[in-house]
T-cell receptor
Framework: DTGVSQDPRHKITKRGQNVTFRCDPI?????LYWYRQTLGQGPEFLTYFQNEAQLEKSRLLSDRFSAERPKGSFSTLEIQRTEQGDSAMYLCASSYRGYEQYFGPGTRLTVT | GESVGLHLPTLSVQEGDNSIINCAYS??????FIWYKQESGKGPQFIIDIRSNMDKRQGQRVTVLLNKTVKHLSLQIAATQPGDSAVYFCAENPQAGTALIFGKGTTLSVSS
């Protein structure tokens, strides 16, 4: 499979726990984006990387959210001390030239 | 603020009809637009894109029209099929390579 992959596909956690999601972009894509999508809404941008540099993180929802892309390949998104309001689909996308962004299948987070 | 909206939340058509999904954008500086299709439980799927120096672009069974004067974007699907049933989002990119801004989406239902 040469598309964007995300793991896990589903995550159920209890409020207050930390969770980490992984995204593997399309090979050769140097830009990687994280979005969040709640029911009935379009994806909402969180942060993005060019290679290993995080170029925009002001849209991260709070300081409980952080993302890394240490070697410029896969990326992780961590949410600390999860809250029920964090329940959503977390989407990853990648692009090569910065235009076409291709999305992965998403990680569905449920906080109980 | 910056936002992308869609005119209709739902659209129902018969198989074989042509479908037109509309979108209004607010940022006149946006120079790149994408249409995505999202099926239930999946990530958005890239359909077609257009840059601001064009007013029309055609793909396989799909056409995107851009009217910069009134900041309007549309997606035309020819000979709509049941497999086209999904939520369609338009997205704008105010600056190449950065965040996409999505609207709320139009749910297309195709009956046979």
């Amino acid at each position: 499979d040469t598309g964007v992959s995300q793991d896990p596909r589903h995550k159920i956690t209890k409020r207050g726990q930390n969770v980490t999601f992984r995204c593997d972009p399309i090979s050769e894509h140097n830009r990687l984006y994280w979005y969040r999508q709640t029911l009935g809404q379009g994806p909402e941008f969180l942060t993005y990387f060019q290679n290993e540099a995080q170029l925009e993180k002001s849209r991260l929802l709070s300081d409980r959210f952080s993302a890394e892309r240490p070697k410029g390949s896969f990326s992780t998104l961590e949410i600390q001390r999860t809250e029920q309001g964090d329940s959503a689909m977390y989407l990853c996308a990648s692009s090569y030239r910065g235009y076409e962004q291709y999305f992965g299948p998403g990680t569905r987070l449920t906080v109980t | 603020g910056e936002s992308v909206g869609l005119h209709l939340p739902t659209l129902s058509v018969q198989e074989g009809d042509n479908s037109i999904i509309n979108c209004a954008y607010s940022n006149s500086a946006s120079d790149y637009f994408i249409w995505y299709k999202q099926e239930s439980g999946k990530g958005p799927q890239f359909i077609i894109d257009i840059r601001s120096n064009m007013d029309k672009r055609q793909g396989q069974r799909v056409t995107v029209l851009l009217n910069k004067t009134v900041k309007h974007l549309s997606l035309q699907i020819a000979a709509t099929q049941p497999g086209d049933s999904a939520v369609y989002f338009c997205a704008e990119n105010p600056q190449a390579g950065t965040a996409l801004i999505f609207g709320k989406g139009t749910t297309l239902s195709v009956s046979s």
